[in-house]
């Protein structure tokens, strides 16, 4: 049979970045592909050669047995590819039914109502009249899904699509999958979700250093199997020891609420909420219950009236009416949600974008830059993290989405605070690096720092976490001690169903 898709020898260089190197793959209609691999691998790189968005240096790509020359995405969905993007696509300025409207046909009533019945079927529900930029992360993801689902391509690329979604979502959109599986469309499924490949998907790739190092069965390896075949050592076992002695208050939430003025945002109610040196407290809930908000309170990135401004307590003083640089002065640390745009400025090299945040550790002196100082810092993020890239002068926006992560994490954790907000700390990170974050988490807190993680991983939460509430609808839960409480418990919170 004719695969849909098939490469033979694609070979892609960046500088002196081989990004992939003489690759061959198939790709038949009515399967699924994972396509695997640890940050820096050349996954997302090879799915943009697919898709059109870069140009192959050497090989050849076949569509349906005939040579095809993709130059841009428009070539790639008139053959019948769509591609959802690790990093969103999306105009923040328009309404989602307005982005949808730039490449789908229709009317935007017609639109709508499609968008309205695929969110509802699919579970990835949104209003078609929010405007992007008010939209979380996860809740952007399923922009993306749906605008790909509406074209209804023979080719799927999913680039993380599970990333930010919440459990009941993924479930649904397995299903989905599946079904469009059964009527022929051949889905190319990239995650660092070990059992979710395994689960899904028919077919595995595994690509290491540009290059594909191995082709399975992944149902017939096992989730660490696959883990030491993709990063090419064994897995280290996570470790969370019971936390010695809490240490004193660190920051307090009390009687927060919060009106948003935003009519597709999230008030915030009756927050409380308080986390001690040597713990970490954990976020839980589905994207778009007001995590962006309170983060944004928590940062400083959103500031109270001068007469709330003790519902902030961060050291024991009132900081409600304070912006993001006077409570990173008072040894606050804040990882966003969004890598690109408010965790890196995409343009500027890396040793800029430690500048941004860690020019008190000496990266400025009487106001002036110093540039070694500030490449040194750098390098040495890059060096302990893992961060695949040239180096300190590497623009933020040529990172993987993961290694981008690893460096914004890294710049964070080396500036040593008391208090870290981390906001889906491990998303779009493969397995080895997720592992290596959490247990520097885990190390930072038994050296004292009060972490406050916000995840969509129950998982996640419950490998690291100490504490943690649940977010629904604007309202947070009690504090459930993790080792005292169920995966199940959690989930019952987070759809609003617990007494």
């Known amino acids: 049979m004719t695969p849909l898709l098939q490469l033979k020898g694609i070979s892609k260089r ?3 970045v081989q990004a992939n190197s003489g690759i061959d793959l198939r790709v038949d209609a009515g399967s699924i592909h994972a396509i695997l691999g640890e940050n820096g691998a050349g996954k997302s790189t090879l799915m943009k050669l697919i898709y059109g968005v870069e140009v192959p240096d050497d090989g050849q790509i076949i569509w349906k047995g005939q040579p095809a020359h993709l130059s841009n995405p428009s070539d790639a969905r008139r053959l019948g590819i769509g591609m959802v993007f690790q990093h969103f696509s999306l105009f923040e300025t328009l309404t989602v ?5 730039l490449i789908v046909p229709g009317s935007k009533a017609a639109l709508s109502a499609r968008i309205r019945d695929l969110g509802a079927r699919f579970g990835l529900t949104i209003d078609p009249r929010a405007v992007v930029h008010s939209l979380s992360v996860g809740e952007r993801q ?33 299903d989905t999958l599946r079904a469009l599986k059964a009527k022929g469309m051949a889905i190319l499924f990239i995650s660092h979700k070990l059992e979710e490949i395994r689960d899904l998907c028919d077919t595995a790739t595994i690509l290491r250093q540009g290059k594909v190092t191995a082709r399975l069965a992944p149902r017939e390896r096992s989730a660490r199997e696959l883990a030491t075949l993709m990063i090419g050592r064994p897995m280290p076992p996570a470790v ?31 927050i409380g909420l308080s986390v001690r040196g040597g713990e970490i407290l954990g976020i839980a809930g589905v994207s778009g219950n007001g995590q962006q908000e309170l983060a944004a309170l928590i940062s400083g990135e959103l500031t109270l009236p001068g007469s709330h401004r003790d519902c902030v307590r961060l050291m024991g003083l009132p900081v409600g009416d304070l912006g993001a640089a006077e409570r990173r002065l008072r040894s606050f640390a804040f990882v966003p949600e969004d890598r690109l745009g408010r965790g890196a400025v995409p343009d500027m090299s890396l040793s800029d974008n430690a500048l941004l945040t860690a020019h008190s550790r000496g990266l400025v002196r009487n106001g002036f830059i110093r540039r070694q100082t500030e490449r040194s810092f750098t390098a040495d993020c890059i060096a302990r993290f893992d961060v695949r890239t040239p180096g300190p ?36 990170v493969d397995i080895g690096a997720a592992t290596e974050i959490r247990q520097r988490l885990v190390a930072m807190r038994n050296k004292g720092a009060a972490i406050i993680v916000i995840s969509e991983e129950i998982e996640e939460l419950f490998e690291i976490c100490d504490r943690l509430h649940v977010l629904h609808k604007g309202r947070l839960s009690p504090s459930l001690d993790v080792a005292r409480t169920t995966v199940d418990e959690v989930g019952t919170w987070m759809i609003g169903a617990a007494a």
Not at 97 to 101: F, I, L, P, Y
Not at 399 to 409: H, R, T, V
């Open 97 to 101: 039914v307005q982005n949808m409207a």
């Open 14 to 16: 960046y500088g002196g």
């Open 393 to 428: 002068h590497a623009e933020a926006g040529s990172l993987s989405g993961g290694n981008l992560q690893k460096f914004i994490m890294g710049r964070e954790m080396m500036l040593d605070p008391a208090v870290l907000l981390v906001a889906q700390p491990t998303w779009g």
């Open 142 to 174: 399923r922009v993306e899904i749906l605008r790909c689902l509406l074209l209804n391509p023979e080719l799927l690329i999913l680039d993380e699509p599970t990333s930010v979604l919440p459990p009941p979502s993924v479930a649904l959109l397995f």
């Open 240 to 270: 969370h020891p019971t936390p010695q002695g809490l240490g004193e208050q660190r920051l307090e939430l009390a009687r927060l609420d919060y009106l948003n003025d935003d009519p597709f945002g999230v008030s915030l109610s009756d």
